[in-house]
Nanobody
Framework: LQLVESGGGLMQPGGSLRLSCTMS?????????IGWFRQAPGKEREGVSC?????????YYTDSVKGRFAISRDNAKNTVYLQMDSLKPEDTADYYC????????????????????WGQGTQVTVSL
């Protein structure tokens, strides 16, 4: 299973970026919780947002991004998006896409059910 991220880059504070994560097509995308994690220099990796294909499972957001970030998924394209608005310097980090089957969004993002599959990461820098 491969996860390929794109969309990182340099943005000014207050700006927006959209990250994309595409899963290799031979896997049943709908069976997987897909999440975004980030790791800043000198800090632990944290779950930013995770989403299940089951609409009864509410997407998870870490507190610091609530109201600013939005996760969505396009099952036809095997792709999950993370729309990041009102970016802050503290959002600067390497962002990783991850996947775990047959789990809940919260369990994956809080690492109670650590994802078994990871992308290579994409860098996001928020700075003037």
């Amino acid at each position: 299973l491969q996860l390929v991220e794109s969309g990182g880059g340099l943005m000014q504070p207050g700006g927006s970026l959209r990250l994309s994560c595409t899963m290799s097509s031979e896997f049943r995308f709908s069976a997987y919780v897909i999440g975004w994690f980030r790791q800043a220099p000198g800090k632990e990796r944290e779950g930013v947002s995770c989403m299940n294909s089951d609409s009864s499972d509410i997407p998870y957001y870490t507190d610091s991004v609530k109201g600013r970030f939005a996760i969505s998924r396009d099952n036809a394209k095997n792709t999950v998006y993370l729309q990041m608005d009102s970016l802050k310097p503290e959002d600067t980090a390497d962002y990783y896409c991850a996947a775990e089957p047959f789990a809940t969004a919260r369990s994956v993002c809080t690492m109670n059910r650590p994802p078994g599959y990871w992308g290579q990461g994409t860098q996001v820098t928020v700075s003037l």
